[in-house]
């Protein structure tokens, strides 16, 4: 398993528990960069996923 998946899972559980904290507390910000990390770390988890077919 390649560490880009990892650390995109990762960064994918904190987007979703500052998202949900954010919604708890009202705070639109914090809620919007929950969804940004969110968003990143499929990406990279998406990288790691290819790299590891790359490397089958």
């Known amino acids: ?5 990892v650390i ?3 960064k994918q ?3 979703n528990i500052k998202q949900e904290a ?6 639109a910000k914090l ?3 929950g969804k940004i990390e969110t968003a990143a770390g ?3 988890n998406a990288k790691g996923g ?6 089958s």
């Open 22 to 27: 954010a919604r708890l507390i009202g705070d």
């Open 42 to 44: 499929k990406l990279q």
């Open 13 to 15: 559980v904190a987007g």
């Open 1 to 5: 398993m390649d560490k880009d998946r």
């Open 50 to 55: 290819l790299k590891d077919a790359l490397k």
């Open 31 to 33: 809620e919007a960069d």
């Open 8 to 10: 995109g899972s990762a």
